[in-house]
Nanobody
Framework: LRSSCRRGGGLVQAGGSLSLSCRASGRTVSNNGMGWFRQAPGKEREFVAGINWRGGSTYYTDSVKGRFTISRDNAKNTAYLQMNSLKPEDTSAYYC?????????????????WGKGTLVTVSS
């Protein structure tokens, strides 16, 4: 997987926005669900958002509901995470991942392929 920041990059002030993208490199990956996770130093990897690659359904962890939006562009084999109203607590390394099935489970164990990670820093 190839991930990168969109628009503003990885540094943003509190209340600002960032967009991350994640491009699948193969057909097998593109047929699976996709998820976004984050992991701060000393903490476990946390599910942020998921999207069913085939059905288009989305779901989010409670802490980001109403602020983050996961989406996809099937023609580009790309998933996105739009992050609005960012808080310092959102500071973390963000990872995209391709699931083992067409669903996007909340557990990291449900994913096979992982992006390299993008550091997002939200300053106060």
């Amino acid at each position: 997987l190839r991930s990168s920041c969109r628009r503003g990059g990885g540094l943003v002030q509190a209340g600002g926005s960032l967009s991350l993208s994640c491009r699948a490199s193969g057909r097998t990956v593109s047929n699976n669900g996709m998820g976004w996770f984050r992991q701060a130093p000393g903490k476990e990897r946390e599910f942020v958002a998921g999207i069913n690659w085939r059905g288009g359904s989305t779901y989010y962890t409670d802490s980001v509901k109403g602020r983050f939006t996961i989406s996809r562009d099937n023609a580009k084999n790309t998933a996105y995470l739009q992050m609005n109203s960012l808080k310092p607590e959102d500071t973390s390394a963000y990872y995209c991942a391709a699931a083992l099935s067409s669903m996007a489970p909340v557990s990291p164990s449900g994913y096979r392929y992982w992006g390299k990670g993008t550091l997002v820093t939200v300053s106060s």
